[in-house]
């Protein structure tokens, strides 16, 4: 069974600054895919960024990027320039490239979140 | 439609009735998931339909929990003689094919059983 561990249940940063989430994960396949996801106060849970477990190069969209480190088991989140509506939950996930569970379901295993406030 | 919706947004009802929450994944979208969001927690998987049947259905907590999804789009959630430990956001997800693809998530059903 898979498990993700996010150790930070709160953190805050300044408004304009830098925040990194950390994430580690505990698989022992080799293929696999991990997202964040961010969850505001509405509910709707928001793909930010994924990352391929066969891909070396970390994943990047606009002011966030990843920090992944196959061997360690390590998936971090960096967020730049923050803004107030980065306020949210932030949840590290993961999935098999094969699919797992019966019939190839790629069903996500989730951490259980990270608070974030940014701070004008 | 343009995201997935579910409905009702809130629910509120008394332990040991039945419930039915709905979602309306995708146009498209033949992957179809469950996941169940306890207060503090991350979600967690309940059920994965692709088309209209449910291939996984390993993280149904027990048996008074079922869903359908008979058409192949619209799929309802069941749950008979509610407890106080079921309330929760349920969630709802789907996917164009149901591979690796992006889960794209409705704004989730919260259920509180008095």
């Known amino acids: 069974a898979q498990t993700v561990t996010q150790s930070q249940p709160e953190m805050s940063v300044q408004e304009a600054e830098t925040v990194t989430l950390s994430c580690t994960y505990d698989t022992s396949e080799s293929n696999y895919y991990l997202f964040w996801y961010k969850q505001p106060p509405s509910r709707q849970m928001i793909l930010v960024i994924r990352q391929e477990a066969y891909k070396q190069q970390n994943a990047t969209e606009n002011r966030f990027s990843v920090n992944f480190q196959k061997a360690a088991k390590s998936f971090s989140l960096k967020i730049s320039d923050s803004q107030l509506g980065d306020t949210a939950m932030y949840f590290c996930?993961?999935?098999?490239?094969?699919?797992?569970?019966?019939?190839?379901?790629?069903?996500?295993?989730f951490g259980k979140g990270t608070k974030l406030s940014v701070i004008p | 439609g343009a995201g997935v919706s579910q409905t009702p947004s809130n629910k509120v009802t008394e332990k040991g009735k039945y419930v039915e929450l709905r979602c309306d994944p995708i146009?498209?979208?033949?992957?179809l998931y469950w996941y169940r969001q306890s207060l503090g927690q991350g979600p967690e998987f309940l059920i994965y339909f692709q088309g209209t049947g449910a291939a996984d259905d390993s993280g149904l907590p027990n048996d008074r929990f079922f869903a359908v999804r008979p058409e192949g789009s619209v799929s309802t959630l069941k749950i008979q003689r509610t407890e106080r430990g079921d309330s929760a956001v349920y969630l709802c997800a789907s996917s164009l094919l149901g591979g690796s693809e992006t889960q794209y998530f409705g704004p989730g059903t919260r259920l509180l059983v008095l």
């Open positions: 996930a993961f999935t098999l490239l094969e699919g797992g569970g019966r019939a190839g379901s790629y069903q996500l295993t």
């Open positions: 146009s498209g979208h033949t992957a």
